[in-house]
Structures are given as structure tokens and as C-alpha cells.
């Protein structure tokens, strides 16, 4: 395949996937197929010789779309939505075809210089202070795992780097059970250890108890231990719990430790001013992390990390060996200096088509729409005798479960083999629970209230 015939394919594949996406309300949400049944299809060993365009093409439609979970199905409501609004998709055949390493400034100044404007941008979307920079990373999970190895190093005087961790005090950090996974995942490699993510009690409101955060902190150090910093939840994965920021942050810098807001889903909505008080207080966090890539249309990945200041991040991550100068430029910005990888996509290029085709006003439409759909298909819910709401809409996720898990459970499964729409499950003060969100890009009213629906005839 050279270019010319890539231009020829990629019509091809604009046409096809044209015609996907105006046919996903027809498909079930959920592959429904067993484990194996797509490997099953593929031959064992590479091509030795060069095939046919037509070949592998056809493939694809063949084997390919059966085997789909499909992510921009209006009725997707499973986990949170991964949105990939059209512009997103069309700034990222551009990146795709430019496929440039941002790595540096003089790697492709466009890069990085539209990252840094876009990072102004957003700041301002989500009505931060000025004083916050930021980068795009791939994953909330990185971005987290960079701001907990800052918390470390910040610690210890940044000894870890060149030291190792033997024989380095023994580092604490504070969070409370809703955050997500990604916060222990950073806790274990950065080499902090699980036992030493301390997990501060919630109160009714599942926000962690701000006392209990400040007695933990002094109980651990009279003990010997250092603390390093405290993760905070604005909008957690299993049932959107908020910790209260304002006082969390206020106990934090009492104690000298640096604060990280996991912001990944619900930051999205603080586009939107009305929103803003769950996570009042926010602009005294030292690192902050929300994911477009989740609710704002922007596909993934796209995960921004705000900073309060760059420099102590910079120095835990920044390493600049002779072959990565660049001669005479100390002013400028190389943004593998901030992360974890070296090579970086071109990321901010959906980012600006996505801000741009639909403006801050069509965002907040759409996030509005989606709490407010979420209400009314809770309200509906509630209605059905048997239904109980297990925990009430946080921006647009709330719960409800029947009698028993099991019962839960089986009808869990009935939603999902039918296929009209995707439902999971977490887990709520003891009980299976069905989760509901309502979040993806093109998802109409019409489409939510399918869920009351489906769930009255299959219960
Ligand atoms: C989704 C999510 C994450 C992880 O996001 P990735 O970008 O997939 O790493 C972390 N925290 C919260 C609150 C999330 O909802």
C-alpha cells in the first residue's frame, strides 16, 4: 500500500465509517459474543507476501464490526462514556496522517505550542484560576502516577530518584475508598505500597471526613511514618462520590502535603458554572486531572492534567540527555519533561477542532441535557414497583437495584443480552448495584428513556 492508494482507502473507510455510525441505534450495544469466537477467525501466522487492499479491507468488515462493544452507541450508559465527537474524529485522521512525536518543542512546535493554548483554554473553560498550567497525557491513570511520583520525590528531598527507596523514610498517602483504582495502581509502582495509601472513612455524603484525614496525618507522623500528599475525588467511578475539597484541601496544607483532585469523569461538567460548587475550593489543589476524552467529545486519549506549579513535576520526570537539547532554547517547552513516556501524539489537535465545531455553549447543552435526562430516567425507575434507587444522581450516574443481588444480577444480564442498551454493575454499602450514566455524545432523550422501559419488560 503507498499513498496513493491510501487516499483511495481512506474515502473508503470515511464512507464506512459513515455508514457505522448511522446504523449503531440498529446494532446490540454489547458484542454478544463468547470468548475466542473473533481469534477463531483469524489465520495463526503473519502474511509472508504482501495481500490485497481489497483483501484486508474486507476482512474487516467482515470479522471486525461483529466483535465491537460499541463505545459511541447512543444507548451506551456502562461505565463512563468514551465520547469521540465527529470533529474529534476528523482532527485525528489528521494527526494520524501527519504523525508527528511531540516530544519536544522543535520536534513540531505546532504540537506543543497548540497544547499550551489549549491548556489556557480550558482553564478558563472550567473556570480555573489563571495560574494553572497543565499537559495532555494518555490516560488519568498516568497523570495520576506522575503527581503521586511528585508527591514522593517532593518528600524526600528528591533522594528517590538517585537513591532507590531503601532505607527512605516510610511515605503515606491519603485518599478516600471512592477513588478509583488508578490511585492505588499509582501507589503500588511508585513504590509507596499499597498499606501505605491510607484510606480516610467517608460520611454519609461519601465525601472523606476531613477530621479523619487531619488525625491520620498526625497519628503518622508521631508513629515515624512521612506523609507525602492526599488524592481527592471530585466525581468517582462507582457512584460519583465528591470528597468536600474545599475542607480536605484546608487540612492538606495545614499539614505542608500536596493535594491531587481526580477529576477523570465529572471535571468535563465544570465547564458548566452551576456545577462548580461539587468541587468548590478546587483551586487550591496542586494537580488536578480530568479526562476529555471521557464526557467532553474529545476521544481518547485525551487526559489533562492541570498544575499549580510545573517546576516540582518537571524535576521528578525531566530528564534531558545530551540527545534531547535543543541548542540554545532554554525558554521553550518540551512536554516529555512533564510525563512519563518520551514520545507524545499530536492530542491537541482534537481537542481545538472539538472546542471549536461545537463552542463552550453546544458542550454545556449537551452535559445539561444528559443530568437532566439522567433525572427523569431515575424518576421512572423509582416509579416501578420493585426498583430501588441505591444512590441518587451525581451529575448524571446514579444507581438502583432489586430486591436481592441476585436477582440484580439477573437482570443485569437480561439488559445486556438483549442489547438495546448497556448497563454495569459496581458495588454500594454492601449491595450489587446497577449503575446508570448518561453521558455519550449523540444520546437523545428519546434514547434514555429506553431505560425504564427496557428494564420494566425484562424485570
Ligand atoms: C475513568 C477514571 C479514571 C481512569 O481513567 P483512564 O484515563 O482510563 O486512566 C480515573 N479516575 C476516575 C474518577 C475515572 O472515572
Given at each position: 500500500?503507498?499513498?496513493?492508494?491510501?487516499?483511495?482507502?481512506?474515502?473508503?473507510?470515511?464512507?464506512?465509517?459513515?455508514?457505522?455510525?448511522?446504523?449503531?441505534?440498529?446494532?446490540?450495544?454489547?458484542?454478544?459474543?463468547?470468548?475466542?469466537?473473533?481469534?477463531?477467525?483469524?489465520?495463526?501466522?503473519p502474511?509472508?507476501?504482501?495481500?490485497?487492499?481489497?483483501?484486508?479491507?474486507?476482512?474487516?468488515?467482515?470479522?471486525?464490526?461483529?466483535?465491537?462493544?460499541?463505545?459511541?452507541?447512543?444507548?451506551?450508559?456502562?461505565?463512563?462514556?468514551?465520547?469521540?465527537?465527529?470533529?474529534?474524529?476528523?482532527?485525528?485522521?489528521?494527526?494520524?496522517?501527519?504523525?508527528?512525536?511531540?516530544?519536544?518543542?522543535?520536534?513540531?512546535?505546532?504540537?506543543?505550542?497548540?497544547?499550551?493554548?489549549?491548556?489556557?483554554?480550558?482553564?478558563?473553560?472550567?473556570?480555573?484560576?489563571?495560574?494553572?498550567?497543565?499537559?495532555?497525557?494518555?490516560?488519568?491513570?498516568?497523570?495520576?502516577?506522575?503527581?503521586?511520583?511528585?508527591?514522593?520525590?517532593?518528600?524526600?528531598?528528591?533522594?528517590?530518584l538517585?537513591?532507590?527507596?531503601?532505607?527512605?523514610?516510610?511515605?503515606?498517602?491519603?485518599?478516600?475508598?471512592?477513588?478509583?483504582?488508578?490511585?492505588?495502581?499509582?501507589?503500588?509502582?511508585?513504590?509507596?505500597?499499597?498499606?501505605?495509601?491510607?484510606?480516610?472513612?467517608?460520611?454519609?455524603?461519601?465525601?472523606?471526613?476531613?477530621?479523619?484525614?487531619?488525625?491520620?496525618?498526625?497519628?503518622?507522623?508521631?508513629?515515624?511514618?512521612?506523609?507525602?500528599?492526599?488524592?481527592?475525588?471530585?466525581?468517582?467511578?462507582?457512584?460519583?462520590?465528591?470528597?468536600?475539597i474545599?475542607?480536605?484541601?484546608?487540612?492538606?496544607?495545614?499539614?505542608?502535603?500536596?493535594?491531587?483532585?481526580?477529576?477523570?469523569?465529572?471535571?468535563?461538567?465544570?465547564?458548566?458554572p452551576?456545577?462548580?460548587?461539587?468541587?468548590?475550593?478546587?483551586?487550591?489543589?496542586?494537580?488536578?486531572?480530568?479526562?476529555?476524552?471521557?464526557?467532553l467529545?474529545?476521544?481518547?486519549?485525551?487526559?489533562?492534567?492541570f498544575?499549580?506549579?510545573?517546576?516540582?513535576?518537571?524535576?521528578?520526570?525531566?530528564?534531558?540527555?545530551?540527545?534531547?537539547?535543543?541548542?540554545?532554547?532554554?525558554?521553550?517547552t518540551?512536554?516529555n519533561?512533564w510525563?512519563?513516556?518520551?514520545?507524545?501524539?499530536?492530542?491537541?489537535?482534537?481537542?481545538?477542532?472539538?472546542?471549536?465545531?461545537?463552542?463552550?455553549?453546544?458542550?454545556?447543552?449537551?452535559?445539561?441535557?444528559?443530568?437532566?435526562?439522567?433525572?427523569?430516567?431515575?424518576?421512572?425507575?423509582?416509579?416501578?414497583?420493585?426498583?430501588?434507587?441505591?444512590?441518587?444522581?451525581?451529575?448524571?450516574?446514579?444507581?438502583?437495584?432489586?430486591?436481592?443481588?441476585?436477582?440484580?444480577?439477573?437482570?443485569?444480564?437480561?439488559?445486556?443480552?438483549?442489547?438495546?442498551?448497556?448497563?454495569?454493575?459496581?458495588r454500594?454499602?454492601?449491595?450489587?448495584?446497577?449503575?446508570?450514566?448518561?453521558?455519550?455524545?449523540?444520546?437523545t432523550?428519546?434514547?434514555?428513556?429506553?431505560?425504564?422501559?427496557?428494564?420494566?419488560?425484562?424485570?
Open positions: 500500500m503507498d499513498h496513493d492508494d491510501l487516499r483511495h482507502w481512506s474515502k473508503r473507510a470515511a464512507d464506512w465509517a459513515h455508514d457505522y455510525h448511522s446504523t449503531l441505534r440498529d446494532r446490540p450495544v454489547r458484542a454478544p459474543l463468547t470468548p475466542g469466537s473473533i481469534a477463531a477467525q483469524l489465520p495463526e501466522n502474511p509472508e507476501n504482501p495481500e490485497a487492499a481489497e483483501a484486508i479491507f474486507a476482512d474487516f468488515e467482515r470479522i471486525i464490526p461483529p466483535g465491537l462493544t460499541h463505545w459511541q452507541h447512543p444507548r451506551f450508559f456502562a461505565y463512563f462514556p468514551a465520547n469521540a465527537s465527529p470533529a474529534s474524529m476528523l482532527a485525528e485522521q489528521l494527526a494520524n496522517a501527519i504523525a508527528a512525536q511531540g516530544m519536544l518543542w522543535q520536534t513540531s512546535p505546532a504540537v506543543t505550542e497548540l497544547e499550551q493554548v489549549m491548556m489556557r483554554w480550558l482553564t478558563q473553560a472550567l473556570g480555573l484560576p489563571d495560574g494553572f498550567t497543565g499537559t495532555i497525557h494518555d490516560s488519568a491513570t498516568t497523570a495520576t502516577l506522575s503527581a503521586v511520583l511528585t508527591m514522593r520525590e517532593r518528600a524526600l528531598g528528591w533522594r528517590g538517585e537513591k532507590g527507596l531503601a532505607s527512605q523514610p516510610r511515605l503515606r498517602l491519603y485518599a478516600s475508598a471512592e477513588t478509583h483504582s488508578s490511585v492505588d495502581k499509582a501507589a503500588r509502582i511508585a513504590g509507596i505500597g499499597q498499606e501505605n495509601l491510607v484510606k480516610i472513612h467517608t460520611d454519609a455524603h461519601l465525601s472523606m471526613k476531613p477530621g479523619a484525614l487531619a488525625g491520620a496525618i498526625a497519628a503518622d507522623r508521631a508513629a515515624g511514618f512521612q506523609p507525602a500528599g492526599v488524592i481527592l475525588c471530585a466525581g468517582g467511578t462507582s457512584v460519583g462520590a465528591f470528597d468536600r474545599a475542607d480536605c484541601i484546608a487540612i492538606a496544607k495545614g499539614a505542608n502535603l500536596p493535594v491531587h483532585v481526580d477529576a477523570a469523569w465529572a471535571g468535563s461538567a465544570m465547564i458548566c452551576e456545577f462548580r460548587d461539587l468541587w468548590t475550593g478546587v483551586d487550591g489543589a496542586d494537580s488536578i486531572v480530568f479526562n476529555p476524552h471521557k464526557w467529545g474529545a476521544q481518547f486519549d485525551c487526559a489533562v492534567q498544575l499549580a506549579d510545573p517546576a516540582p513535576q518537571i524535576r521528578t520526570l525531566g530528564l534531558r540527555p545530551t540527545y534531547l537539547e535543543t541548542a540554545g532554547r532554554d525558554e521553550i518540551n512536554f519533561e510525563t512519563v513516556p518520551l514520545g507524545r501524539r499530536f492530542r491537541a489537535l482534537k481537542l481545538w477542532f472539538t472546542l471549536r465545531a461545537y463552542g463552550l455553549s453546544g458542550l454545556r447543552d449537551r452535559i445539561r441535557n444528559h443530568v437532566v435526562w439522567a433525572r427523569e430516567a431515575r424518576d421512572a425507575l423509582a416509579r416501578l414497583p420493585g426498583v430501588t434507587i441505591t444512590t441518587e444522581p451525581s451529575l448524571s450516574l446514579f444507581t438502583f437495584a432489586l430486591g436481592s443481588d441476585a436477582e440484580t444480577e439477573g437482570l443485569l444480564h437480561r439488559i445486556n443480552d438483549d442489547g438495546r442498551i448497556y448497563l454495569t454493575q459496581t454500594h454499602a454492601g449491595r450489587y448495584v446497577i449503575r446508570v450514566q448518561v453521558g455519550q455524545f449523540d444520546c432523550q428519546d434514547d434514555v428513556a429506553m431505560i425504564p422501559q427496557v428494564v420494566a419488560e425484562l424485570m
